[in-house]
């Protein structure tokens, strides 16, 4: 039962456009999430996360957006660029459980110069 | 080392053989998580290690697949009597506990031929 899904296997984007990934979570105790980028041949590396206290969390180019009720997040990556392209997945975790890391099946994105 | 280091990086193996993947995760963190990742696929969860409690091994796909930690230092996963169908990448990550980020190391790349 895949409690976190990326419901788009892949996305492609114009270089400077605003490249937008999604993620739904089923498992209304998650309260962590995270969003990772993985390129060919290595291990995934954290890019960004927010805590369900917040709605919103910016980092650079890149912003996460929590819909708690929806239990939906989403990736905002403005503008794209060619090193963008990549894996990215999603993550979740109860903090206050067991940590456990859930993790989606990830979203390629393509950013075409 | 800093990170999060795998070893062999990469490993052929004969159907039927065992094989015994390593992880030795960053120093200091109590969780440790091993995934795998098919061909084409997403982060499969197989098992977590977190300080002394119990193992959440809700993940692992038979009982052919096993996975020891000593304490909070490296951990050994072990499939027994390979299967093609064990063929991927086999991540494993460590964290803080209740730090929710999780660091990855780079891989080891199993192929069951």
């Known amino acids: 039962d895949q409690q976190v899904k990326q419901n788009s296997p892949s996305l492609s984007v114009q270089e400077g456009r605003i490249s937008i990934l999604n993620c739904d979570y089923t498992?209304?105790?998650?309260?962590?999430f995270l969003w990772y980028k993985k390129y060919p041949a290595e291990g995934p590396t954290f890019l960004i996360s927010?805590?369900?206290?917040?709605d919103k969390n910016e980092d650079g180019r890149f912003t996460v957006f929590l819909n708690k009720s929806a239990k939906h997040l989403s990736l905002h990556i403005v503008p794209s660029q060619p090193g963008d392209s990549a894996v990215y997945f999603c993550?979740?975790?109860?903090?206050?459980?067991?940590?456990?890391?859930?993790f989606g099946t990830g979203t390629r994105l393509t950013v075409i110069p | 080392g800093a990170g999060v280091s795998q070893s062999p990086s990469n490993k052929v193996t004969e159907k039927g053989k065992d094989v015994e993947l390593r992880c030795d995760p960053i120093?200091?963190?109590?969780?440790l998580y091993w995934y795998r990742q098919r061909l084409g696929q997403g982060l499969e969860f197989l098992i977590y290690?977190?300080?002394?409690?119990?193992?959440?091994k809700s993940g692992l796909p038979s009982d052919r697949f096993s996975a020891e930690r000593t304490g909070e230092s490296v951990s050994t996963l072990t499939i027994q009597r390979t299967q093609q169908e064990d063929s991927a990448v086999y991540l494993c990550?460590?964290?803080?506990?209740?730090?929710?980020?999780?660091?990855f190391g780079q891989g080891t790349r199993l192929t069951v031929v």
């Open positions: 290690f977190q300080g002394n409690s119990a193992p959440d």
């Open positions: 927010i805590s369900s206290i917040k």
């Open positions: 990550a460590s964290s803080l506990f209740r730090q929710g980020r999780a660091f």
């Open positions: 993550a979740a975790s109860v903090s206050t459980g067991a940590n456990n890391l859930f």
């Open positions: 498992n209304s105790m998650f309260d962590y």
């Open positions: 120093s200091g963190h109590t969780a």
